[in-house]
């Protein structure tokens, strides 16, 4: 048997308290060759039970994903309320959108939230509760999937509000509430695909410090190192194509409604939706990139000497616990964002802002006949 291997069977045997040698527990018990072999990799005991206190404390799950949930069902009912008060069509496919994205951080909450309490609360252990890792495995894969989903979400949204600005006039311009929620599905596929990828065989999920949640393995075999590569790589195409199509669609608003024809059109539907948009665009940003490169940096880096088989450093361990309660508060704070930046509250902040003509009218070049003609061909589509 290999040195490392063995090491590995020594451990996890004094972790179940058994005085056997090793070999002989790994023939009675295939249990434990497998468990080492998929997501029960070594994890330093003692860095769980003495040191890193503070940000490995019950408290911090319980009262993120506590907090999570409340703002979350408080803005889903702002937003159902919003849609059945709208009759902008662009508006109410927008609002599809956000729905999508509260109801992902919703779920990604209540999922993860669910397993990380009862964890606490219980202490079990996940090498007799889950001994062929099905439960690690579904923590995986949620962490993936409700990660994604927002950061394509908001690439979707912002591609979308990119078009309705810039190309107004344009087919593709007017998404009908029906296809949004097609758009949404199809992020919600691709999310779940993406997870799927370590349980087919690319790269796995593992147990991880301090022993209440499962993730991705941070580990320089090919196989973690491509899919390490491939989620954070995803995450910050997404972050950086939406950083792009809003900042042209903020500079596209900017301009026309400082025309001198147009100074007093302004359009607080636009306004509105632009606003929220950036503001999910900077929430994503900020709580997303720091574990996104940190998970480039640590699977392109050269492996440290001295571990053992299947083990992260210690500072790796600490900066990812830390790096993961930054991305919980991108699902506390989006919500927020739909809640405090609508028009009833921006209109309070700036008095200024009342109801005008929607950006078409902003385009002063047009003629009278060119609108009608696009308006009867927007009602027969």
Do not use: D, Q
């Given at each position: 048997m290999d040195p490392l291997m063995q090491s590995d069977y020594t451990t996890l045997c004094l972790i179940h308290g058994i005085d056997a040698p090793?070999?002989?527990?790994?023939?009675?018990?295939?249990?434990?060759?497998k468990a080492v072999r998929t997501c029960y990799r070594h994890i330093d005991i003692n860095i769980t039970q003495t040191t890193e206190k503070p940000i490995t404390s019950s408290w911090f799950s319980a009262i993120f994903c506590l907090t999570g949930l409340i703002s979350n069902l408080f803005a889903l009912w702002v937003l159902v309320s919003a849609?059945?008060?709208t009759h902008s069509r662009s508006r109410s496919s927008f609002l599809i959108f956000l729905c999508g994205l509260v109801v992902t951080d919703l779920m990604g909450l209540l999922v993860t939230g669910t397993i990380v309490m009862s964890?606490?609360?219980?202490?079990?252990?996940?090498?007799?509760f889950d001994k062929d890792c099905h439960l690690c495995n579904f923590f995986g894969l949620s962490m993936v999937f409700f990660g994604q989903c927002p950061l394509l979400l908001g690439a979707s949204m912002a591609a979308e509000?990119?078009?309705?600005?810039n190309k107004p006039f344009s087919r593709s311009?007017?998404?009908s509430k029906k296809r949004a929620g097609g758009i949404v599905v199809m992020v919600w596929c691709f999310a779940f695909f993406?997870?799927?990828?370590?349980?087919?065989?690319?790269?796995?999920y593992t147990l991880q410090f301090p022993k209440s949640w499962c993730f991705l393995t941070l580990l320089q075999d090919?196989?973690?190192?491509a899919f390490g590569l491939i989620f954070s790589l995803t995450g910050i195409l997404s972050v950086c194509l939406s950083f792009v199509l809003n900042t042209i669609s903020v500079i596209t608003l900017c301009r026309v409604y400082h025309d001198r024809e147009s100074v007093q059109r302004r359009r607080d539907s636009e306004v509105e939706m632009m606003v929220q948009l950036v503001g999910i665009m900077i929430i994503a940003s900020v709580c997303w990139l720091p574990l996104l490169i940190f998970i480039v940096h640590t699977v392109l880096q050269q492996p440290v000497e001295g571990l053992k088989d299947g083990e992260i450093s210690r500072e790796t361990e600490k900066f990812l616990l830390i790096y993961i309660r930054l991305v919980t508060w991108n699902q506390i704070l989006d919500p927020w964002v739909y809640i405090l930046f609508r028009r009833a509250v921006l209109k309070r902040v700036y008095p200024s802002l009342t109801t005008r003509p929607s950006i078409v009218s902003l385009y002063p070049t047009l003629t009278a006949s060119f609108r009608r003609k696009f308006t009867q061909e927007s009602v027969i589509s």
């Open positions: 090793c070999p002989n527990f790994e023939e009675e018990n295939g249990i434990v060759a849609s059945r008060r964890y606490h609360i219980t202490r079990f252990n996940w090498e007799t509000r990119f078009v309705g600005i311009a007017n998404v993406l997870a799927l990828l370590p349980i087919m065989g690319l790269g796995k090919s196989n973690n190192k």
